[in-house]
């Protein structure tokens, strides 16, 4: 991992290959970790560059909120510190995604192209936004432990947790490791994200959307209603796998991410 200082603040990332510069953002609560089928194997031909977002990871933790905006901010930061002057492929997962609409609106001529995979662009609805304040509160209170017995049941598909328990373990592990402060600072960004469901049919970019067939969290419906917005947008539905499509099945979602940029790069 690099260690690199923007602003005085230390943020960790990444960095493998030569090439095509591929950025891959993290859902919550977790860090570049989550990547690691995909570093593996894209690194053979892009240039993979793989943060650990602010407050998780490595990175600096700021306590109170962070918004899906500075987080965006933030990854723009890191292309200028590294002196990515290429557009990059932004692929984000649920809330790299969410990430991904403020990278759109506010860094627009940095990107070539887009994946986007197991997200939303709804905002939270009552039941959801009471359930973020909640988890917020008890992260700070009593740690990890109830944090991931509630996310982990709903992140994998049900053969992935048969055979593959071990990227289960992976996951569990990495949500141990993150710092409460930065959990909840996540958890109020994500309460207070607004619908950006109006900017997809202005996305003039090259765009793929890879959705797990057994998604729990943003399900295949509502990423078939989201590709669909998106003129000339592509979709991967991948079987046999939940949440965390990229590293329940790496071989197909790797697969498409390649032959993606293949045809656009
Ligand atoms: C994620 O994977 O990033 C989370 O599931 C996002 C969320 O809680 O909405």
Known sequence: MLKITINGEPFFVKVAGEGHPLLLVHGFPLSHAMWQPQIENLQRNFRVIVPDLRGCGKSIVTPGKVTMEEYADDLAML?????????????????????????????????????????????????????????????????????????????????????????????????????????????????????????????????????????????IEEMRSMASAVPNAELLEVAQAGHMAPLEQPAVVNAEIQAFLNRHV
């Open 79 to 219: 292309l200028d510190a590294l002196e990515i002057e290429e557009r990059v492929t932004y692929c984000g997962l649920s809330m790299g995604g969410y990430i991904g609409w403020q990278f759109i609106r506010n860094h627009r001529d940095r990107l070539h192209s887009l994946i986007l995979c197991d997200t939303r662009t709804a905002a939270d609805d009552a039941i959801v936004l009471s359930n973020r304040h909640k988890m917020a509160a008890n992260v700070l209170s009593e740690g990890m432990q109830q944090a991931i017995k509630t996310m982990l049941p709903k992140l994998f598909a049900s053969q992935t947790r048969t055979d593959q328990p071990e990227i289960v373990e992976t996951i569990r592990n990495v949500m141990l490791t993150s710092d409460p402060e930065g959990v909840a600072a996540a958890l109020m960004g994500m309460a207070e994200r607004p619908d950006m469901t109006d900017l997809l049919p202005e996305i003039d970019l090259p765009t793929l959307f890879v959705v797990g067939e057994e998604d729990l969290i943003s399900t």
